[in-house]
């Protein structure tokens, strides 16, 4: 995940994204094409203690040098969305550990990312919560975002149009759905 959302360059081969050939990007050729491009939504949801909820969302879109009045904007939709507007004042440890995955989903998406990378999306909820995250990527991917998620859960990759199963780092399996 590291590899496919930039964080991280490749030891060996080649990696394409929207045909461009990344593998050998320095950090910042990655930093800045990962703006906007690729969202994230963490496994421990990685929302920043000191920072409530309408300034982790909009978190993004200051690195992306998006104006005021847009990015209000913006985060409104992506709280709205999520249905965590009644919570925008509201710091992480005060939230639900379902209000602050919609709270990482709502950060992943207010840049309308064409890729969000889900590692383990629904692992630190419980079922209710954790169908309601999984209808919310589908709902995303529905509408054009294409989802790559890593998960464990036979349940949840249910929800994925093409299953790729791998072993000690290889695949064992690929279904299309």
């Known amino acids: 995940m590291n590899i496919l959302g930039l964080l991280d360059n490749p030891t060996g081969?080649?990696?394409?994204?929207?045909?461009?050939?990344?593998?050998?990007?320095?950090?910042?050729?990655?930093?800045?094409?990962?703006?906007?491009?690729?969202?994230?939504?963490?496994?421990?949801?990685?929302?920043?203690?000191?920072?409530?909820?309408?300034?982790?969302?909009?978190?993004?879109?200051?690195?992306?040098?998006?104006?005021?009045?847009?990015?209000?904007?913006?985060?409104?939709?992506?709280?709205?969305?999520?249905?965590?507007?009644?919570?925008v004042k509201h710091f992480p440890q005060q939230l639900s550990g379902g209000q602050q995955q919609r709270v990482a989903i709502a950060r992943a998406v207010v840049a309308n990312p064409k890729l969000i990378l889900a590692d383990e999306p629904t692992g630190n909820l419980d079922s209710k919560n954790g169908k309601e995250v999984m209808e919310l990527l589908s709902e995303l991917n529905k509408e054009g975002t294409t989802i790559v998620m890593v998960t464990h859960s036979q349940h949840d990759s249910g929800y994925a149009g093409r299953t790729i199963n791998l072993f000690d780092g290889q695949v064992v399996n690929e279904v299309k759905i």
């Open 13 to 87: 081969g080649v990696y394409e994204l929207n045909g461009t050939d990344v593998s050998k990007f320095t950090e910042s050729q990655r930093t800045n094409l990962r703006k906007g491009v690729i969202g994230f939504v963490f496994q421990s949801f990685n929302l920043i203690d000191e920072l409530n909820v309408f300034e982790n969302i909009e978190l993004p879109l200051l690195y992306m040098g998006i104006p005021a009045a847009e990015r209000k904007r913006r985060v409104e939709e992506a709280m709205n969305r999520m249905a965590i507007s009644h919570r």
